[in-house]
């Protein structure tokens, strides 16, 4: 079984940074894409953002494009998300998920498609 956890959520104001890591175990961390989703409080968790097993490829919901980055390293085993011009709308639970994969090309926005999920980091944007 992989295991991910979260780190780097926090509480920043509204246009502000903050980085987000999640570390996995499990070998080889290529062999999984990987996702970050969200869930504020009410809400559905929602995808956020995808990356390939290679990292080659990825792909952002509308509503976070150009404002966040994701990236990965698979030698040590992590992927980032780089979060900048946060809107209090970003306040959430950020959760890291892995799916494993044959094609090393392949991502995956589709929440019930992923094996593995972390605990989740609180992020949380001020007026």
């Known amino acids: 079984q992989v295991q991910l956890v979260e780190s780097g959520g926090g509480l920043v104001q509204a246009g502000g940074s903050l980085r987000l890591s999640c570390a996995a175990s499990g070998r080889p961390f290529s062999s999984y894409a990987m996702g970050w989703f969200r869930q504020a409080p009410g809400k559905e968790r929602e995808f956020v953002v995808t990356?390939?097993?290679?990292?080659?490829?990825?792909f952002y919901a509308d509503s976070v494009k150009g404002r966040f980055t994701i990236s990965r390293d698979n030698a040590k085993n992590t992927v980032a998300l780089q979060m900048n011009s946060l809107k209090p709308e970003d306040t959430a639970v950020y959760y890291c998920?892995?799916?494993?994969?044959?094609?090393?090309?392949?991502?995956?926005?589709?929440?019930?498609?992923?094996?593995?999920w972390g605990q989740g980091t609180q992020v949380t944007v001020s007026s």
């Open positions: 998920a892995a799916k494993r994969t044959p094609y090393s090309g392949h991502y995956y926005s589709t929440e019930r498609y992923y094996d593995y």
């Open positions: 990356i390939s097993g290679s990292g080659q490829g990825t």
